[in-house]
């Protein structure tokens, strides 16, 4: 089956910078579009980030402002999610979701139904 594995998610202080990872298995990944979400106590799940199957196009968030970088390593199936200028508000859990991509769409037009367990993202000083 499909397993999603996230990481690199920890304490940062305002500023700070972290870069997660998802290791995918069970899945041909080259041929599946990857997002990261992210929800945060009390609030809605929202969606961070996504790149496509065909590794050219991103959609980042408009909260992004600039700050992330999502990438993916297809030889390593991992996807990542390069964070910098962290802010108090980019706390909550991170999610990676995958899509298989069998339509051509937008990587945000995905429903995106597997989901790894998430890793915490706390920024605070």
């Known amino acids: 089956q499909v397993q999603l594995v996230e990481s690199g998610g920890g304490l940062v202080p305002p500023g700070g910078s972290l870069r997660l990872s998802c290791v995918a298995s069970?899945?041909?990944?080259?041929?599946?579009?990857v997002a990261w979400f992210r929800q945060a106590p009390g609030k809605e799940r929202e969606k961070v980030s996504c790149?496509?199957?065909?590794?050219?196009?991103?959609y980042y968030a408009g909260f992004v402002k600039g700050r992330f970088t999502m990438t993916r390593d297809n030889s390593k199936s991992t996807a990542y999610l390069e964070m910098n200028s962290l802010e108090p508000d980019d706390t909550a859990i991170y999610y990676c979701?995958?899509?298989?991509?069998?339509?051509?769409?937008?990587?945000?037009?995905?429903?995106?139904?597997?989901w790894g367990q998430g890793t915490q993202v706390t920024v605070s000083s």
């Open positions: 069970g899945l041909s990944f080259d041929y599946y579009a």
């Open positions: 979701a995958t899509d298989p991509a069998l339509y051509i769409s937008l990587c945000e037009g995905f429903p995106y139904n597997e």
């Open positions: 790149i496509g199957n065909e590794d050219s196009r991103v």
